[in-house]
T-cell receptor, first 114, second 120 residues
């Protein structure tokens, strides 16, 4: 069974641009959650999607958004990029949301904002 | 708001020995879940072990076990017979659940992580 995949793996953007990251969950998994990992702030929850609807959101500005498609693939978008958005963005998939917690993570997308 | 604290930024252990990673958390919730995740260098993060707060019995997964002290809000991870492949960053995480439409949702709060190095 293929694992969680994320594309692209690396991305370089400049301030003010926007970016879209993609996450394909494990086949059959319907919940996708996103996390930002930085050396200073550590790992922070961005949002979770289930059945094409955002179910939970972390404390991030509205520039961070996402969506989920009918095949459970998810995208996150960051508009008007700032230097502080440079981070490793991880997604994780679960069969369903809830107490099992995310079990499988993708390799991440390394975003660098110049 | 929940907080998770890992007080050991780095630890090291000799191969085949036992090591314990510490984690404390702060919450007013009574029903929640605790996790340990492992992030090896340049590799994907994986779930190591999970503990339900309502269960008194400590979770165990092969060489990994936890010491869950609910009253003290402590959740340590013990790795027995350490192997070179255990070298990684270890994150402790907390999750409480909210119900909506018959489905439970939660968001993970992570600690800052502990870098564990296993020496041959």
């Amino acid at each position: 069974k293929a694992g969680v995949t994320q594309t692209p793996r690396y991305l370089i953007k400049t301030r003010g641009q926007q970016v879209t990251l993609s996450c394909s969950p494990i086949s059959g998994h319907r919940s996708v959650s996103w996390y930002q990992q930085t050396p200073g702030q550590g790992l922070q929850f961005l949002f979770e999607y289930f059945s094409e609807t955002q179910r939970n959101k972390g404390n991030f500005p509205g520039r961070f958004s996402g969506r989920q498609f009918s095949n459970s693939r998810s995208e996150m978008n960051v508009s008007t990029l700032e230097l502080g958005d440079s981070a490793l963005y991880l997604c994780a998939s679960s069969l369903v949301p809830g107490h099992s917690g995310p079990q499988f993570f993708g390799p991440g997308t390394r975003l660098t904002v110049l | 708001a929940q907080t998770v604290t890992q007080s050991q930024p780095e630890m090291s252990v000799q191969e085949a020995e036992t090591v314990t990673l510490s984690c404390t958390y702060d919450t007013s919730e009574n029903n929640y879940y605790l996790f340990w995740y492992k992030q090896p260098p340049s590799r994907q993060m994986i779930l190591v072990i999970r503990q339900e707060a309502y269960k008194q019995q400590n979770a165990t997964e092969n060489r990994f076990s936890v010491n869950f002290q609910k009253a003290a809000k402590s959740f340590s991870l013990k790795i027995s017979d350490s192997q070179l492949g255990d070298t990684a960053m270890y994150f402790c995480a907390f999750m409480s659940l909210q119900n909506a439409g018959g489905t439970s949702y939660g968001k993970l709060t992570f600690g800052q992580g502990t870098i564990l190095t296993v020496h041959p």
